[in-house]
């Protein structure tokens, strides 16, 4: 039953899911850097500890390495830890216990042990966070198998696919677009973003549900270009598809790891052109892998060379973010490059 | 310490501009201020020899900069992102460097530096240049791994270090207490053998002092030494924190009570320092902060290719 629904921005909508998630299964708990007392420090689990006490909610000290080892140690036995690590920037020291125990351990014990956490992180730029506030380094996560990796746009699917990803028997990897927390971002830095009330997916269900992971959606139907885009450059792909009139199909990827190939494959039989939009860096980006995947599948199909709109191969940079980050004039000249041939 | 004085309102008075240019937009993303911690910075840095010893901090880093002499103007320009800033706007107000001063940086992961530092000493050791280094960290970063395993190979190998907890109670909303299981953070050492010295780090002559007494243990090659100054930042962690999890009353007394630069003032005006004296001192501070606001403001923006520079050597 999923009772009522209400208006939720992205940040509600994650706050509901755990709260959710937690008041059905006495196994979740949730930890991490200041998400007890202080409710976390973009909100996300604000009001939990007061509703499900200290030892389900609670503050660790500054030890990302620990946090995601003593989360994997407590899931092996039978916990369903929800870790969050403030900022996906902060996600490296932690690499060692996510590579090589969390997406391993199932494998190597045989399936006997498994390691179902969900790593909560915020991710992406636009938000003037220099190299260290800013990054999107969901491309080294996907390079490991083992892992499952999540990324939701909206307040609808973050809730849906939260639940999912808490629920499911693997370690997940919980992508947030932080710039989209409040509203869609359309890639116009110099306009206001319009609150998430003012949009169909801020509807979200009180209760309990799921949007399955591996299921893509396609946001809006087109015939002669397909867009595939994940997180925030979902809304800034749409945004430049409606101001430059192409008919493209733009493919929400939701969960990169499992892949929904049908979906993407489907559409790009139908359109004949692929674009690729994500803000990581190029080489060796999920972008690389998605091109390789449609270029495998839909050679015959393909009437251009598929085009990666990205952010640039260098460090997040402090200044000149808009020049690094791919907005609106990069993709309207991708759309021109995939249309030529 | 009319100089310590000096240098401690220089800060003071540095960063509530940034505080302020951060308010009108002019400075962006996360900022990080010094305010109420003038003493650490000031007191430690001036037993040490700039370009000789080596300073690595974290993100709060504009007191540490400024306290080694680095040119006020490069540093504004830097936080306001500018081609003229001091990283070429490339940085930001975490990652700030100077080479001819031997300061490493500013960095925003937190703990990380200190690894940085136990290998800035293994170079002065290894070149035998009378060198040592100071890492500086947060209470909260005291709870990082690798600053452990610093601690095991600094003692090991008996490092040039003097490593610096900066204990000013929080790592963002979470007080020491709540986040340290050993909270007198001194003691961190022990079990590496490394002698851990508390220090009021509101008093700039004790700083002082113990600054000494660690430099003169570290370049007798004795190995490291740990120093926790207790301090307390009066701003909220970063410009967007409001800092909900303390109370004014708490702030407001630390600041009645035992303001570093207040403290400082009294005993020199008991020493004789007259009124215009001081007054003459606040008014040049005032100017080299202005000069250096207006300095940031009117910079340019660097070029967009920039972007592309020093991701690797040479041409990317
Ligand atoms: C590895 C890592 N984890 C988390 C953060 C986020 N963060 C930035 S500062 C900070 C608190 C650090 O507190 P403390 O070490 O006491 O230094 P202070 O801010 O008090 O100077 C946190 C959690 C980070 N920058 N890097
Ligand atoms: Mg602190």
Redesign the interface.
Known sequence: MTGESRTMNMIQAINSAIDVAMGRDEKIVVLG??VG??GG?FKATEGLQKKYGKTRVF?????E??IIGVAVGMATYGLRPVPEIQFA??I??ALDQLVSEAARLRYRSAGEYTAPITVRTPFGGG???????SQSPEGIFTHVAGLKTVIPSNPYDAKGLLIAAIEDNDPVIFFEPKRIYNGPFDGHYDRPVQPWSKFAESAVPDGHYTVPLGKARVVREGNDVTVLAYGTMVHVAHSVIQETGVDAELVDLRTLVPLDIETVVESVKKTGRCMVVHEATKTSGFGAELSALVQEHCFHWLEAPVQRVTG????Y????EW??FPGPVRLTEAFKRVMQD | MLEFYRQMLLIRRFEEKAGQLYGLGLI???CHLYIGQEAVAVGLQSALEVGKDSVITG?RDHGHMLAYGIDPKLIMAELT??AAGI?R????S??MFSVDHRFYGGH????AQVSLGAGLAFKHKYSGDGGVAMAYFGD??A????VYESFNMAELWKLPIIFVIENNQY????SVN???AEDQLYRRGESFRIPGIQVDGMDVLAVRGAAEEAVAWVRAGKGPILLELKTYRYRGHSMSDPAK?RSRDEVQSVRDKSDPIDHLKKELEAAGVSEDDLRKLEKDIRAIVTEAADFAEQSP??E?E???TD?LVGQ?
């Open positions: 850097e200041d007392y202080f420090v503050d660790t000290p500054i030890s390495c620990g920037d902060y490296y020291p938000i003037f966070g220099g190299q260290t506030h640039w191969d260098t460090p940079p402090h200044s000149l020049a690094y | 962006g993303g996360f993100y992102g500018r990283s706007g490339k940085g930001g975490m990652h925003g992961i937190v703990g909260g970063a709870n990082q791994g690798q790592a963002m909303g979470t709540r986040a340290s999890y923006e660097p967009p920039e972007l592309y991701v990317y």
